[in-house]
């Protein structure tokens, strides 16, 4: 009987995985919906200061890293192929830094706050 027991034990553990792996193969398959109607057109390259700007008289705000990480994930960074490589964010590193999301791999960077990148701004 124990042993019985302990079979279905392993093949439960078995089916838990393969649960997790048909999970993250269907979640990189069908990644977060795009949602173009939250994001504006491309602004420029402009300096941090002038990018806040910028988007708050359109009644905007630069996106946060998590939210650019979504656009990159659903590929829809990818539609924006004529703008730049580096857009700015809303993450502060200091006073005189910033962070920009790189489109090309996807991670992100720190920058000084007079550097030209990227603008495009997203709904409050």
């Known amino acids: 009987m124990k042993n019985l027991y302990n ?15 048909v999970f993250l193969f269907l979640t990189n398959i069908y990644p977060q919906k795009k949602n173009k109607s939250n994001w504006s057109d491309y602004r420029g390259q402009l300096t941090w200061e002038q ?33 730049k490589f580096f857009y700015w964010t809303n993450d502060v590193k200091d006073e005189k830094h910033s962070f920009v999301f790189s489109t090309v791999e996807g991670n992100v960077s720190d920058e000084i706050i007079e550097f030209w990148a990227a603008v495009r701004c997203i709904k409050k």
């Not at 079979?7 to 792996?21: A, E, H, N, S, T």
């Not at 650019?68 to 659903?74: M, R």
Request: aromatic residues 20%; positive net charge.
């Open 7 to 21: 079979y279905f034990l392993k093949q439960k553990k078995i089916f838990f995985l393969f649960l997790v792996v």
């Open 51 to 83: 990018a806040k700007s910028n988007c708050n008289k359109i009644g905007m705000r630069l996106p946060y890293i998590k939210e650019l990480k979504n656009a990159f994930y659903s590929k829809l960074i990818f539609e924006w192929e004529n703008d």
